[in-house]
C-alpha cells in the first residue's frame, strides 16, 4: 500500500484525462536527475560543521564562558539542522541520491539527527503532496485549516481549542519542541508495521545517543544545548512550511474540482529568500517546483527556476510580507480566500 500511494504522491505529473498540462511541464523532468558527487558534498558542507559547532557549545559550557555565546552558537546550529532536514526531505523523495537503497540509508541516520523516524515521516508526507489544497482530503502532514463554516459551527469550547492552536507561540513556538521531542516519538495512528519499526528503530538509537552523551557531558549540558538547538531548529522549519502553505491568495478546493496544477502553482508559495538563507533551507522556498515535480532534488530547484520563465509567473512571498501569513486562520469558501478569525 505505501508503494503504490508513495508513487501517487512523486508522479503528480501523470495527466488526468480532465486536465491539460502546459506545454512547459515536461521539461521538468530534465531536472530529476540526482548527482551523487553534489549529495556527498551536501553531506560534508552540513553535517561536519554541524558536529564542530555541537564540539564548540560543548568546550564553552565546559570551560565556564557565558552561556550567550553558547545560544548564539545554538542558532548557528540550528541553521545546519534545518538544512539537513532538507537533505532529510530529499531522501524521503528518493531524489538525493541515485539509488533507493543509499537514501533510504542516509534518511533514516539523518532522521535520528533531527529527531524524526524516517518511514513514519514518509508516510504522512507523501499523501501530503497528494492531498494539500484538497479541503476534504486534509489530516496528512499539514497545518490544521478549518473553513470558515465548520469553525462557525463549532462549539465554543472548541473555537478556542483551534484558536489556541493557531496562535504562533502555540503553533510555531511550542510547537517547535513539541513535534520534534514529544509528537514524533509516536508513530502516526493510520501507519502499517514498518513505519512502526522505524520510529522504535529511530527511538532506540535516540536513546542510546542520550544515555551516551549523558555518560561523557552530562545531563545539564546536553540539556543545555540540544533543547535550544532544536527549538530554534524547530521554529524555523515550522515557519517555513506554513508559510509555504499558509499565505495570501492561496488555492484550496473541493475534490470534485481539485486541479494539480494550480495546486502546486497556487496553493504553494514562492518565499523569495536571501542567498543565506536559501542555502541553509535547501531552495525549499522553491516550493511550487517541488510541488509541481517532487523528485527534483533541492540543489537543481533554483536552475530549474532558471531555465523555465513560467515558473516566474509566480509572485514571490518576501520575509516582510510572510509575517502577514499569521493572521490567516480560516478558508472561506465563499470569498475563496484565507481570512483571519470572525
Same mark, same amino acid.
Given at each position: 500500500m505505501i508503494s503504490n500511494e508513495s508513487n501517487q504522491a512523486n508522479n503528480n505529473e501523470k495527466k488526468s484525462p480532465q486536465r491539460t498540462w502546459p506545454d512547459w511541464y515536461p521539461t521538468l523532468k530534465s531536472f530529476r536527475r540526482s548527482d551523487n558527487r553534489k549529495a556527498i558534498w551536501q553531506l560534508i558542507n552540513t553535517l561536519i560543521p554541524y558536529g564542530c559547532i555541537w564540539c564548540l557549545m560543548i568546550r564553552s559550557i565546559q570551560l565556564g564562558y557565558s552561556y550567550t555565546l553558547t545560544l548564539v552558537l545554538a542558532l548557528l546550529s540550528a541553521a545546519f539542522l534545518v538544512r539537513a532536514f532538507i537533505l532529510f526531505h530529499d531522501c524521503v523523495h528518493n531524489s538525493f541520491f541515485k539509488s533507493k537503497r543509499v537514501n533510504t540509508f542516509f534518511g533514516y541516520l539523518i532522521g535520528i539527527l533531527v529527531f524524526t523516524s524516517f518511514e513514519d515521516w514518509r508516510f504522512t508526507h507523501l499523501r501530503h503532496h497528494g492531498t494539500y489544497a484538497n479541503l476534504d482530503t486534509r489530516g496528512f502532514g499539514d497545518i490544521w485549516t478549518m473553513t470558515l463554516t465548520e469553525y462557525k459551527n463549532l462549539t465554543k469550547k472548541k473555537q478556542m481549542i483551534y484558536r489556541?492552536? *493557531?496562535?504562533?507561540?502555540?503553533?510555531?513556538?511550542?510547537?517547535? $519542541?513539541?513535534?520534534? /521531542? @514529544?509528537?514524533? #516519538?509516536?508513530?502516526?495512528?493510520?501507519?502499517?508495521?514498518?513505519? *512502526?519499526?522505524?520510529?522504535?528503530?529511530?527511538?532506540?538509537?535516540? $536513546?542510546?545517543?542520550? /544515555? @551516551?552523551?549523558? #555518560?561523557?557531558?552530562?545531563?545539564?549540558?546536553?540539556?543545555?544545548?540540544?533543547?535550544?538547538?532544536?527549538?530554534?531548529?524547530?521554529?524555523?522549519?515550522i515557519w517555513l512550511f506554513y508559510v509555504q502553505h499558509q499565505f495570501k491568495g492561496v488555492y484550496w478546493a473541493r475534490k470534485n474540482s481539485w486541479d494539480p496544477l494550480r495546486a502546486a502553482m497556487e496553493g504553494s508559495s514562492y518565499f523569495r529568500l536571501p542567498a543565506v538563507l536559501r542555502w541553509f533551507s535547501g531552495n525549499i522556498g522553491f516550493h511550487h517546483i517541488h510541488h509541481l515535480n517532487p523528485r527534483i532534488p533541492n540543489y537543481n530547484l533554483k536552475k530549474c527556476y532558471d531555465a523555465v520563465p513560467a515558473l516566474h509567473a509566480k509572485a514571490p512571498l518576501t520575509i516582510m510580507k510572510s509575517f502577514y501569513c499569521t493572521r490567516l486562520k480560516l478558508w472561506d469558501e465563499m470569498r475563496q480566500k484565507m481570512v483571519g478569525f470572525p
Open positions: 489556541l492552536y *493557531r496562535h504562533p507561540l502555540v503553533l510555531i513556538g511550542f510547537g517547535a $519542541l513539541f513535534n520534534f /521531542l @514529544l509528537h514524533n #516519538r509516536l508513530p502516526d495512528t493510520r501507519v502499517e508495521r514498518k513505519e *512502526r519499526m522505524s520510529t522504535i528503530f529511530t527511538n532506540l538509537f535516540l $536513546l542510546i545517543i542520550i /544515555l @551516551l552523551a549523558i #555518560r561523557f557531558i552530562g545531563w545539564q549540558t546536553y540539556l543545555l544545548i540540544q533543547l535550544p538547538v532544536m527549538f530554534f531548529a524547530g521554529v524555523a522549519g
